[in-house]
């Protein structure tokens, strides 16, 4: 699977958008950009996935560079409780093992 | 809540005992994850099941670290003479066979070794 590259930390007013990159320039045709996050003493929990277009849920947009070697998590409108480590993850489609690396804290502040 | 519980949430041994935790999926989830973090790292793999398979192991598993799932419901991790490098958050996840399938985490077990 591709390795990942994400900045150590980010900060955020709260209600403001939040912009999470992620490089991946080593990514292949057939690897999916997954992310994850995890609030303190919690387990992961996903978030949104995409293959090569845009992809919207309820939680954050997912925007991906038409040559696929860089995304962008988007969260519109950050709360309080969007304070997490977020992980960018590159892999294989078919429900394999995640490899995390060490993601961005977002902190979220008033 | 994600539906995926963990037991105990906490363990406090001490070096060289046994312990054993348990992950309770989704129940319609057939494949099943455990994963290992320490402390400012990601979670990084152990194991996985599909069914009652085991079908990958991580070279992090070392002969003392043991998971079953023997009917491919719940899953047990044990570990067996604890050392202190054993202290983690014992994660687990389930999710569906198929691709796009995204990963349901418990709360993770905190294990000390003192």
């Known amino acids: 699977d591709a390795k990942t590259t994400q900045p150590p930390s980010m900060d955020c007013a709260e209600g403001r958008a939040a912009n999470l990159p992620c490089n991946h320039s080593t990514i292949s045709g057939n690897e999916y950009v997954y992310w994850y996050r995890q609030i303190h003493s919690q387990g992961p929990q996903y978030i949104i996935h995409?293959?090569?277009n845009n992809e919207t849920n309820e939680m954050a947009s997912l925007i991906i560079t038409e040559d696929r070697k860089s995304s962008t998590l988007i969260l519109p409108h950050a709360t309080l409780r969007d304070t997490a480590v977020y992980y960018c993850?590159?892999?294989?489609?078919?429900?394999?093992?995640?490899?995390f690396g060490t993601g961005t804290q977002l902190k979220v502040e008033l | 809540d994600t539906g995926v519980s963990q037991n105990p949430r906490h363990k406090i041994t001490k070096r060289g005992q046994n312990v054993t935790f348990r992950c309770d999926p989704i129940s319609e989830h057939n494949r099943l994850y455990w994963y290992r973090q320490t402390l400012g790292q990601g979670p990084e793999f152990l194991t996985y099941?599909?069914?009652?398979?085991?079908?990958?192991k991580s070279r992090l598993l070392s002969d003392r670290f043991s998971a079953e799932r023997p009917k491919g419901s719940f899953s047990t991790l044990e570990i067996q003479r604890t050392e202190q490098g054993d202290s983690a958050m014992y994660l687990c996840?389930?999710?569906?066979?198929?691709?796009?399938?995204?990963?349901?985490f418990g709360p993770g077990t905190r294990l000390t070794v003192t």
């Open positions: 993850i590159v892999i294989t489609g078919g429900g394999n093992k995640l490899t």
């Open positions: 995409g293959l090569k």
């Open positions: 996840a389930s999710s569906l066979t198929g691709t796009l399938d995204e990963q349901y």
């Open positions: 099941f599909q069914n009652e398979a085991q079908l990958e």
